[in-house]
């Protein structure tokens, strides 16, 4: 039972453009999203987040949207440059009550960027 | 060290072979997470301590994965009679807090073969 689902395995975006990135989830009790980049030989890194209470972050280049009511975010990366092409892993966090998160994470989208 | 840091880097196991991987936190981080990532997928749970404390063992596959943190700093993924379906990244994570709405740093991993 998958709960986090990045539906699109692969994107290949040109350099300047927009690349979109997006993600789906079942549980309403996730309270957190993240995204993580991962470049191979490498653990994946913190990029952005967004609380649930939220529908828009923007950090930068970067920006997450939240559709709480259709259970998606996407991340926009505007514009796209050769560096950004890694995998992108959507992630969800839910609270336990021992007191502590689990971030529970989709199948990544690969993201290649050309020039 | 500056960030998380896993040993070995490669392990490559015959069937049947006892495995033991480290995962060394960044200091004074109190969560930590070990996930396992098959080829193409995202990270899958494993385990999470907060201090030396196991809170949640809920991912582990079977009663062949056993993981300590014995002094709540570095910590040891065992895997003993490993199979061919243990073939897999594992992933080391830690948090400054329990909550991990934020962010996880990750190490760069641990490839497991078994053949």
């Known amino acids: 039972d998958q709960q986090v689902k990045q539906n699109s395995p692969s994107l290949s975006v040109q350099e300047g453009r927009i690349s979109i990135l997006n993600c789906d989830y079942t549980?309403?009790?996730?309270?957190?999203f993240l995204w993580y980049k991962k470049y191979p030989a490498e653990g994946p890194t913190f990029l952005i987040s967004?609380?649930?209470?939220?529908d828009k972050n923007e950090d930068g280049r970067f920006t997450v949207f939240l559709n709480k009511s259709a259970k998606h975010l996407s991340l926009h990366i505007v514009p796209s440059q050769p560096g950004d092409s890694a995998v992108y892993f959507c992630?969800?966090?839910?609270?336990?009550?021992?007191?502590?998160?689990?971030?529970?994470f989709g199948a990544g989208t690969r993201l290649a960027v050309h020039p | 060290g500056a960030g998380v840091s896993q040993s070995p880097r490669y392990k490559v196991a015959k069937r049947g072979q006892d495995v033991a991987l480290r995962c060394d936190p960044i200091?004074?981080?109190?969560?930590l997470f070990w996930y396992q990532q098959a080829l193409g997928q995202g990270p899958e749970f494993l385990t999470y301590f907060q201090n030396e404390a196991q809170l949640d063992k809920s991912g582990l596959p079977s009663d062949r994965f056993f993981a300590e943190r014995p002094e709540g700093s570095v910590s040891t993924l065992k895997i003993q009679r490993t199979q061919q379906e243990d073939s897999a990244v594992y992933l080391c994570?830690?948090?400054?807090?329990?909550?991990?709405?934020?962010?996880?740093?990750f190490g760069s991993g641990t490839q497991l073969s078994v053949l």
């Open positions: 549980n309403s009790m996730f309270d957190y």
């Open positions: 967004i609380s649930s209470i939220k």
């Open positions: 994570a830690s948090s400054p807090g329990a909550r991990t709405n934020e962010k996880l740093f």
């Open positions: 992630a969800a966090s839910v609270e336990f009550s021992g007191g502590y998160n689990k971030l529970i």
């Open positions: 200091s004074g981080h109190v969560s």
